[in-house]
């Protein structure tokens, strides 16, 4: 995996409709276009409750989209060629069992489940990132996980606006530096159509950036219609790969590179 102090994610989601050969070309593609993480979502629908979905057509959706533990372990293999880390959103300890052969490293907690700390403590004890989006969360709710054993040691609280997509006017970029000042470890989860809102969550210090992707905004799904396409995607790591290199702490002095303007160039013109 790259080493960058920034990690972007391309968050694919459900986008792939079930479909492990569209899974696998979203994931080859968010490689190449310089992202450092891949991720997905857990669920099986038959856990899913009664709700609109049942009359809109999101029930089939979901039916469709869901993958199965061979398929997780498959994208995990095939990511490896590519040099990229997958993992995947947990929404509840039921679908543990799919993924729990996969050994990810890193878990998202997903903004709807924020409220529920069975889930949060048992990723807390059994991954070592624990990835916690904070949309549609009141702030008691945000300030009760960072209580929990092994908070401060493993997760990262992302500063999310859950509406699909969300307005400019909508991202409440000041929240994030209030999430900064309950901890360090700070990310961002993005859902504005475009790369302006990852851009200021790197600059405004969020070390995991979370932007969704796709291969093609015609797609069926929400969240095809306004992810990042593949040269977005490059161009905001291309943006992550020289805010690393201008941050990097070079002292309170000049550098070596400035000293023929040193040595040379002061006072040439004269008192």
């Given at each position: 995996?790259?080493?960058?102090?920034?990690?972007?994610?391309?968050?694919?989601?459900?986008?792939?409709?079930?479909?492990?050969?569209?899974?696998?070309?979203?994931?080859?593609?968010?490689?190449?276009?310089?992202?450092?993480?891949?991720?997905?979502?857990?669920?099986?629908?038959?856990?899913?409750?009664?709700?609109?979905?049942?009359?809109?057509?999101?029930?089939?959706?979901?039916?469709?989209?869901?993958?199965?533990?061979?398929?997780?372990?498959?994208?995990?293999?095939?990511?490896?060629?590519?040099?990229?880390?997958?993992?995947?959103s947990l929404f509840n300890l039921k679908d543990y069992e799919k993924?729990?052969?996969?050994?990810?490293?890193?878990?998202?907690?997903?903004?709807?489940?924020?409220?529920?700390?069975?889930?949060?403590?048992?990723?807390?004890?059994?991954?070592?990132?624990?990835?916690?989006?904070?949309?549609?969360?009141?702030?008691?709710?945000?300030?009760?996980?960072?209580?929990?054993?092994?908070?401060?040691?493993?997760?990262?609280?992302?500063?999310?606006?859950?509406?699909?997509?969300?307005?400019?006017?909508?991202?409440?970029?000041?929240?994030?530096?209030?999430?900064?000042?309950?901890?360090?470890?700070?990310?961002?989860?993005?859902?504005?159509?475009?790369?302006?809102?990852?851009?200021?969550?790197?600059?405004?210090?969020?070390?995991?950036?979370?932007?969704?992707?796709?291969?093609?905004?015609?797609?069926?799904?929400?969240?095809?219609?306004?992810?990042?396409?593949?040269?977005?995607?490059?161009?905001?790591?291309?943006?992550?790969?020289?805010?690393?290199?201008?941050?990097?702490?070079?002292?309170?002095?000049?550098?070596?590179?400035?000293?023929?303007?040193?040595?040379?160039?002061?006072?040439?013109?004269?008192?």
């Amino acid at each position: 995996m790259k080493k960058n102090k920034v990690k972007i994610i391309a968050e694919i989601g459900w986008n792939h409709m079930g479909s492990l050969s569209l899974a696998k070309k979203m994931i080859k593609s968010a490689a190449l276009s310089g992202a450092d993480m891949v991720k997905l979502q857990t669920w099986s629908e038959k856990n899913l409750k009664n709700g609109p979905w049942d009359r809109d057509g999101r029930r089939e959706i979901y039916k469709k989209a869901e993958l199965n533990q061979s398929d997780y372990l498959k994208l995990k293999s095939f990511s490896k060629k590519f040099n990229i880390e997958l993992f995947t959103s947990l929404f509840n300890l039921k679908d543990y069992e799919k993924i729990e052969k996969c050994k990810f490293n890193v878990i998202k907690i997903p903004s709807h489940e924020t409220y529920n700390l069975e889930l949060i403590k048992f990723c807390l004890k059994n991954y070592k990132i624990v990835l916690i989006s904070t949309g549609a969360s009141k702030w008691k709710e945000i300030k009760k996980i960072t209580k929990l054993k092994n908070f401060k040691k493993k997760a990262f609280l992302m500063h999310c606006v859950s509406s699909y997509p969300s307005e400019p006017n909508m991202i409440n970029m000041p929240r994030l530096n209030e999430i900064k000042k309950l901890t360090t470890k700070v990310g961002f989860s993005g859902h504005f159509k475009g790369i302006d809102d990852a851009i200021i969550a790197i600059v405004m210090g969020s070390t995991y950036v979370e932007k969704h992707f796709t291969v093609d905004n015609d797609l069926p799904g929400r969240d095809n219609k306004f992810a990042l396409l593949p040269e977005d995607l490059n161009r905001l790591c291309k943006f992550r790969d020289i805010f690393s290199e201008m941050t990097i702490y070079k002292g309170l002095n000049l550098q070596k590179s400035e000293y023929d303007i040193f040595k040379n160039y002061r006072g040439r013109w004269g008192a």
